[in-house]
């Protein structure tokens, strides 16, 4: 048996193990400590970095989201945000 933490790590490594073009990370840091989710948020980054691969997040932590080149903020199925983010 594995905890939710390391199922979640290892659903990372497993979408990040083919260097896709677009990863799709829906909440991947939601059952994570936060040092693990500090580790999690860098190994995206640095792919999507190498690899050139897309990536697009849903969070609801915005520590995370405000890491991201461009956020959008959808309320009620309407986008009420949409802001790229200059670095």
């Known amino acids: 048996e594995v905890s939710g933490g390391q199922k979640q790590r290892a659903a990372v ?4 193990i083919t260097e896709p073009q677009l990863i799709l990370a829906d909440e991947p840091t939601g059952n994570l400590d936060s ?3 500090r580790e999690i ?3 995206l980054k640095v792919s999507n970095e190498k690899y050139g691969q897309t990536l697009l997040v849903i969070t609801h932590d915005e520590s995370i989201a405000l890491q991201a080149d461009r956020i ?3 309320e009620d199925g309407k ?4 802001e790229v983010i200059r670095r």
Not at 13 to 16: D, G
């Open 13 to 16: 490594a497993r979408a990040l």
């Open 35 to 37: 040092k693990s989710s």
């Open 41 to 43: 948020v860098e190994l």
């Open 72 to 74: 959008l903020s959808i």
């Open 79 to 82: 986008i009420t945000r949409d």
